[in-house]
């Protein structure tokens, strides 16, 4: 009668294992005889490997950063199906994938498989920075493949980005020896789609943060009595993306303002009689 046991591959080896067997029989009267066999099985380990990586170190609000994945098979097991789940922090809005499927906060590969042992998948995420929260954001991903036979196998892996709070600032002053720093005075940053407003304080410092690239214009808002000495009008500040990514912050836009009769007029009107007759 056939004689059935079952052994579980426990990955210590990988390859081609053999089995051995010997048989031996005894004989009443008679030598005792034997017989061997062997039978042979391919141990095979299933394993994944998911890699991430950023674009860019950071960026600025309405910037869109793209994330490159690459999940490969680093077992000798072909792996059917694999399945793919990136997580984008709250400060990154999703903006578009290859292939895959946006949910809240989730970019979803139902299955990027089959992979044979040692192949790779590519996969990207386009996500805008907006703005909703600053510093470090870090981005996750992870993989799971169903080989087989066998259990599932597991990777993940995290990029990460700064997402920058990029302002304007600068301050107001009396243009004279002391420099008195001038408070309660109305600053304009302004774009082609909308302006800020800040108000001086008592060192006469004003500041709007939360800007993004592109093109501003920073005014100041004269009050009356006062003439503005420098700038003669406005700032114009041209693609502060570059700037910031070559330079750094944007300071020191300064405005100096003398007590003057400046644009305030005042109109009188007299007449040369007191009384007039027809």
């Given at each position: 009668?056939?004689l059935r ?6 990955g ?7 089995n051995c067997?010997?048989?031996i029989?005894t004989a009443q009267?008679g ?7 062997t039978a042979?099985?391919l141990?095979?380990?299933a394993?994944?490997?998911v890699t991430k990586?950023?674009?860019?170190e950071?960026g600025?609000r309405?910037e869109l ?6 999940v490969t098979?680093?077992?000798s097991?072909?792996l059917?199906?694999v399945?793919?789940?990136d997580?984008?922090p709250f400060g990154?809005?999703y903006d578009?994938?290859a292939?895959?499927?946006s949910?809240g906060?989730?970019v979803?590969?139902?299955?990027v498989g ?7 998948r590519n996969?990207w995420i ?8 600053y510093?470090n954001?870090?981005n996750?991903?992870d ?6 036979y066998?259990d599932p196998?597991?990777?993940?892996a995290t990029?990460?980005?700064?997402s920058?709070?990029i302002c304007?600032?600068g ?7 002391t420099?008195?720093?001038?408070e309660g ?6 774009n082609?789609t909308r302006?800020?407003?800040n ?6 410092y004003w ?5 993004g ?8 808002v004269n009050q009356?009595?006062?003439k ?15 700037i910031i ?15 003057g009769p400046g644009c ?7 007449a ?7």
């Amino acid at each position: 009668a056939p004689l059935r046991f079952n052994a579980a591959i426990d990955g210590s080896v990988e390859g081609e294992v053999t089995n051995c067997v010997t048989a031996i029989g005894t004989a009443q009267g008679g030598p005792d005889v034997a017989a061997n066999a062997t039978a042979s099985v391919l141990a095979e380990k299933a394993d994944i490997t998911v890699t991430k990586t950023a674009d860019q170190e950071f960026g600025l609000r309405g910037e869109l950063i793209n994330f490159t994945l690459t999940v490969t098979n680093s077992g000798s097991a072909v792996l059917p199906h694999v399945f793919v789940s990136d997580k984008l922090p709250f400060g990154l809005a999703y903006d578009s994938s290859a292939g895959g499927i946006s949910s809240g906060q989730y970019v979803n590969w139902t299955d990027v498989g089959p992979l044979a042992a040692g192949e790779s998948r590519n996969l990207w995420i386009k996500a805008e920075i907006d703005g909703s929260v600053y510093g470090n954001l870090t981005n996750r991903v992870d993989a799971t493949a169903y080989p087989e036979y066998g259990d599932p196998v597991n990777s993940s892996a995290t990029a990460d980005m700064e997402s920058r709070n990029i302002c304007l600032s600068g301050h107001k002053y009396q243009h004279n020896a002391t420099g008195q720093p001038l408070e309660g005075w109305t600053i304009i940053v302004s774009n082609e789609t909308r302006s800020w407003t800040n108000i001086t304080d008592s060192d006469g410092y004003w500041q709007v943060c939360g800007l993004g690239g592109g093109n501003y214009t920073v005014c100041e808002v004269n009050q009356p009595g006062w003439k503005q000495v420098y700038p003669e009008g406005c700032y114009e500040v041209i693609d502060l993306a570059a700037i910031i990514h070559n330079t750094g912050p944007v300071t020191g836009l300064d405005f100096y303002n003398d007590p003057g009769p400046g644009c305030n007029l005042t109109l009188t009107k007299t007449a040369d009689k007191a009384t007039a007759r027809r």
